[in-house]
């Protein structure tokens, strides 16, 4: 009999995310591996309590607002410039460039319109804004090495 998720086993899974047409904006069939009910933040929390109880094979399919997902789109964020004051490899719509802020957190740009000579970036999360849904796969669950417990911290591993 497959193990089942309980706090602190390691979980692999492969996730699908579909937006609120149903389209689908994100699949990976690249396990994430994260220890189970360390509410250290690696999932969305509502998609952690979906897999509870799961084994291999099993999968959640978990719908998430978009204020418990990549959060509300924040005006603040995007800006329009001159396109002259963005660097060559900037200059087209798709653009990306990761800068640190005044406070020390990487900021993940995009440039998502350019109107003659005007440039504009957006600092969102790409499905800030939007209601998502996760169907997620469990593709594996075991007791964790004390590497892994050491290797994982706060962080996914992939």
């Given at each position: 009999?497959s193990?089942?998720?309980?706090?602190?086993?390691?979980?692999?899974i492969a996730?699908?995310?579909?937006?609120?047409r149903?389209?689908?904006?994100?699949?990976?069939?690249?396990?994430?591996?994260y220890?189970?009910?360390l509410?250290?933040?690696?999932?969305?929390p509502?998609?952690?309590?979906?897999?509870?109880?799961?084994?291999?094979?099993e999968r959640?399919e978990v719908?998430?607002l978009?204020?418990e997902?990549?959060?509300?789109?924040?005006?603040?964020?995007?800006f329009?410039?001159?396109?002259e004051?963005?660097?060559?490899e900037l200059r087209?719509v798709g653009?990306?460039?990761?800068?640190?802020?005044?406070?020390?957190e990487?900021?993940?740009?995009?440039?998502?319109?350019?109107?003659?000579?005007?440039i504009?970036?957006?600092?969102?999360?790409?499905?800030?804004g939007?209601?998502?849904?996760?169907v997620?796969?469990?593709?594996?669950?075991?007791?964790p090495?004390?590497?892994?417990?050491?290797e994982?911290?706060?962080t996914?591993?992939?």
């Amino acid at each position: 009999m497959s193990e089942r998720i309980t706090p602190h086993k390691l979980v692999s899974i492969a996730y699908t995310i579909r937006d609120s047409r149903g389209d689908i904006v994100e699949h990976s069939e690249l396990p994430i591996s994260y220890i189970h009910g360390l509410n250290d933040e690696q999932l969305f929390p509502k998609i952690e309590r979906a897999l509870d109880g799961l084994s291999v094979d099993e999968r959640a399919e978990v719908h998430l607002l978009a204020s418990e997902a990549f959060g509300e789109r924040d005006p603040d964020l995007t800006f329009t410039d001159q396109i002259e004051n963005a660097p060559e490899e900037l200059r087209f719509v798709g653009a990306e460039l990761d800068a640190e802020s005044d406070s020390g957190e990487v900021l993940h740009f995009r440039v998502t319109h350019i109107n003659g000579d005007e440039i504009t970036i957006d600092a969102n999360h790409p499905l800030a804004g939007e209601d998502v849904t996760f169907v997620v796969r469990v593709t594996e669950v075991r007791d964790p090495t004390l590497e892994e417990i050491v290797e994982i911290g706060d962080t996914v591993v992939h």
